[in-house]
Each structure stands twice: as structure tokens, then as C-alpha cells.
């Protein structure tokens, strides 16, 4: 078998589909995303699933250091080998699911906020976005795999049909750009679909601002929550005490139609709305 790197195999282990792993083996790849990334040698820099350590053995030797969250302790073993022989030492393991990984223990060891970088598995890809968004002070930006489908989604603009409520929570605290395509060929074994490199800047984030975010949050994923119920309908949902004709008011006051569906509204609109709705609600 020819080692990893060439075919992405590593003799002594096989990838765990429960565990939905697929591996980044292309070295044209590896190379491309980690020029994209732009990280400097003083960075602390957060790996979610370094699996093989495509990325981790090229990333190590180029910042200051990486803190690797990987679920596979077989992975962990055979990546510290790989790493000892290397002769890298900046890389700090830690045995965990990253979705119950405690963000904060980023803060305990500097205060300086950390860059992310990642090939998640498609199954936690919006999870792992709400708790990025969560734990977004601890974040500056991030650089991580999606499948193709959910990167165009995640950068799609108002009237997209793929337009949705994870779009507009993530391009409000985020600056959301797509930086590279990657072809399922340069993954073992092979998914069924491509992949999409992007960026999420959370040092530029929506210009506006929501006066209650824990509001507007609720207001994106209620009217998103039936796509094609009216707007109208889908806040009914959100405010069921609400009187209809108080409800009419909030929309209208926004310049909305209350007729319209809510993959037509810009961010700016869901803010308003959620501002408006709010004080009607009191």
C-alpha cells in the first residue's frame, strides 16, 4: 500500500463511515487551501478533525501553534507518530467531539482570539456552524470544508432558492466568501459529491446590528421554518399570542409585504422586523 499522502490510505487503519470520514490526500489541494488561508507564523490556529494530518503536518510547520480536536483516538496515535517523526512539536491534541468541546478552553491558555481551520464531516455542518456563531469571541476567522451544496447556500444572496436561515445568520456575523473548489477526487475514500473551501471573517460582520440578536435569531429561523408559507404565516409561528392585526403592523412598518416569503428578505429587513415584532410583543 502506498503511503498516505499519494492515496490517502495509512497501513493499520480504515476510515469509519459512522464517524463520516473522508479523507484530504491531494497535495495540490493541501497547498492551495493553506496559501487561501493566510495564516502567519503567529497565529494559534484550531484544526477540527485533522484526521490524517493533511493539513496538520503543513499547518504545524507554518504557525505558532495548532490545537487539533479529533474524535478518533486510533487518528490521534498515528498522527503524534507521524508528527514525532517529523520532528514537529506545536501541535496539541485534545480527544473530544468537537460539538461537545468547550470553546472556552481556547481563552484559558491566551487571550488572543484563534484562527479555525477544518474538513468537517457533512453531517455536522450546521451544528457546528450555530456553535461556531455561539462561541464566535473566541474566533477572529475561520477556513473549513463544506460540501459544495452547503457553501453556495451559505454565500447564496436574498431570492436564491437555497436562500436560507443559516445564510442569514451567518452572513450577519460574518463575512461569508467562497475560496476554492475541491473535487471528491482528492478525498479516500471518494464522496459523492465536491466540496467548497470557505472563508468566514467574523472581524467583519454585518454592518447593521440587531438591538436584540436572541430575537432577531428567532425571528430568521421562524420565518424560515415553513419556506413556503407566507411571511405572515411563518411569524404566526414565532408569535402565536401576538394579535394578527399587531403582527400586520411589525411587517408593514419593516416596507414589507406581509405576503412575501422570507427568502426574498435582505438581513437589513430581518433586522427591522425582529426590532419591530419585539416591541409589538411588549
Known amino acids: 500500500m502506498r503511503p498516505a499522502g499519494s492515496t490517502g490510505k495509512t497501513r493499520g487503519f480504515r476510515p469509519k463511515k459512522s464517524l463520516g470520514q473522508h479523507f484530504l490526500f491531494d497535495p495540490r489541494v493541501v497547498q492551495k487551501i493553506i496559501t ?3 495564516f502567519r507564523a503567529s497565529d494559534r490556529v484550531l484544526e477540527i478533525g485533522p484526521g490524517q494530518g493533511a493539513l496538520t503536518l503543513p499547518l504545524a510547520r507554518l504557525v505558532g501553534k495548532v ?4 474524535k478518533d483516538a486510533q487518528l ?3 498522527l503524534k507518530k507521524k508528527l ?14 468537537i460539538l461537545k468541546w468547550d470553546f472556552r478552553e481556547i481563552s484559558l491558555s491566551s487571550s488572543s482570539r484563534v484562527k479555525v481551520i477544518g474538513n468537517l464531516p457533512y453531517n455536522i455542518s450546521t451544528p457546528f456552524l450555530d456553535k461556531l456563531i455561539e462561541n464566535r469571541a473566541c474566533v477572529d ?3 473549513l470544508m463544506f460540501q459544495l451544496e452547503v457553501a453556495k447556500r451559505l454565500t447564496a444572496p436574498p431570492g436564491n432558492r437555497t436562500y436560507g436561515a443559516m445564510t442569514v445568520l451567518v452572513q450577519y456575523h460574518a463575512h461569508a466568501t467562497g475560496l476554492l473548489e475541491v473535487s471528491k477526487n482528492a478525498f479516500f475514500p471518494k464522496p459523492k459529491v465536491d466540496s467548497m473551501v470557505l472563508e468566514l ?4 460582520p454585518h454592518t447593521k446590528h440587531a438591538r436584540d440578536e436572541a430575537c432577531f435569531r428567532k425571528v430568521v429561523k421562524g420565518a424560515f421554518a415553513h419556506r413556503r408559507k407566507t411571511l405572515l404565516n411563518s411569524l404566526k409561528g414565532v408569535y402565536p399570542f401576538m394579535d394578527r392585526e399587531l403582527l400586520l403592523g411589525g411587517i408593514r412598518k419593516c416596507g414589507i409585504d406581509p405576503g412575501t416569503r422570507a427568502e426574498t428578505l435582505g438581513i437589513d429587513e430581518f433586522i427591522c422586523l425582529a426590532s419591530a415584532l419585539e416591541l409589538a410583543s411588549k
Open 201 to 204: 471573517d467574523f472581524e467583519r
Open 84 to 97: 514525532s517523526r517529523a520532528g514537529i512539536g506545536n501541535v496539541t491534541f485534545i480527544n473530544n467531539d
Open 141 to 143: 476567522r475561520a477556513v
Open 76 to 78: 490521534i496515535s498515528l
Open 67 to 70: 490545537i487539533a480536536v479529533e
Open 36 to 38: 487561501c488561508a493566510r
